[in-house]
């Protein structure tokens, strides 16, 4: 198994020597079947659903602390 965060097409632009490049992705590639993932990384996901209930989280404690202000007065 080989995974990679690069698409193949960009394979060859991310090594210097053209040969050496054709010589790796010719094992790698021969008699194998590739599977491109689309769309965001679940890191990048989960990271932004962690964000929006901490916003989401921050708006309810400052209604909160108003409410208590209030009762106070």
Not at 18 to 30: C, N, V
Not at 45 to 59: I, P, V
């Amino acid at each position: 198994m080989f995974l990679s965060q690069f698409p193949v097409a960009q394979f060859h632009a991310l090594m210097e020597d053209k040969t050496a490049a054709d010589a790796i992705m010719d094992r790698i590639i021969h008699a194998s079947r590739v599977i491109e993932l689309t769309g965001e990384s679940m890191r990048k996901l989960k990271a932004r659903d962690e964000l929006n209930q901490d916003e989401e989280g921050g708006d309810q404690r400052q209604a909160m602390n108003h409410d208590q202000r209030k009762t106070k007065s």
